[in-house]
């Protein structure tokens, strides 16, 4: 897996899922990445895919955003507006804290993350917690 941190990629595999936690084993070295510092993560084999359906925002880039740990102050998509895109497979388009803008189609959602299929094939699952806008959109 590829993980997308604010600042740095790391590439391992999970080891241990925990509850605010990911155990993950990178170059021979045991990582303990706290999600709320996970941007989204995608499969290895799919990053030439998911890198095609990646824009940036660069203004948004510039302002350094990093991840906001308490809830209250996230940005917030109601679930029901997430579950009819889901339903009707309208594409929606992610914009990330870091300046990411990833658009697809969402495959599921929890109240922690949301699985989106991109256009050129990949997939990539992005954390709530890193989100700063959410829009319905066409490809």
Same mark, same amino acid.
């Given at each position: 897996? =590829?993980? #997308?941190?604010?600042?740095?990629?790391?590439?391992?595999?999970?080891?241990?899922?925990? %509850?605010?936690?990911?155990?993950?084993?990178?170059?021979?070295? &045991?990582?303990?990445? #706290?999600? /709320? !510092?996970?941007?989204?993560?995608?499969?290895?084999?799919?990053?030439?895919? &998911?890198?095609?359906?990646?824009?940036?925002?660069?203004? +948004?880039?510039?302002? !350094? +955003? $990093?991840?906001? $740990?308490?809830?209250?102050?996230?940005?917030? $998509?109601?679930?029901?507006?997430?579950?009819?895109?889901?339903?009707?497979?309208?594409?929606?388009?992610?914009? +990330?804290?870091?300046? #990411?803008?990833? %658009?697809? =189609?969402?495959?599921? /959602?929890?109240?922690?993350?949301?699985?989106?299929?991109?256009?050129?094939?990949?997939?990539?699952? =992005?954390?709530?917690?890193?989100?700063? !806008? /959410? #829009?319905?959109?066409?490809?």
């Amino acid at each position: 897996m =590829v993980f #997308e941190l604010y600042g740095k990629r790391i590439e391992g595999i999970i080891n241990r899922r925990l %509850t605010y936690t990911l155990v993950v084993l990178a170059d021979g070295d &045991v990582h303990h990445l #706290e999600k /709320f !510092n996970i941007k989204y993560m995608y499969k290895k084999d799919e990053m030439s895919h &998911v890198i095609q359906d990646i824009e940036v925002d660069a203004g +948004l880039k510039a302002q !350094n +955003l $990093v991840s906001i $740990v308490h809830k209250s102050e996230r940005f917030q $998509v109601d679930d029901r507006v997430l579950a009819r895109c889901r339903r009707e497979k309208i594409p929606t388009c992610l914009t +990330l804290r870091g300046g #990411e803008m990833i %658009t697809g =189609v969402i495959s599921w /959602f929890s109240q922690y993350e949301i699985k989106m299929l991109l256009a050129h094939g990949g997939s990539v699952v =992005v954390f709530r917690h890193g989100l700063h !806008n /959410f #829009e319905m959109s066409r490809w």
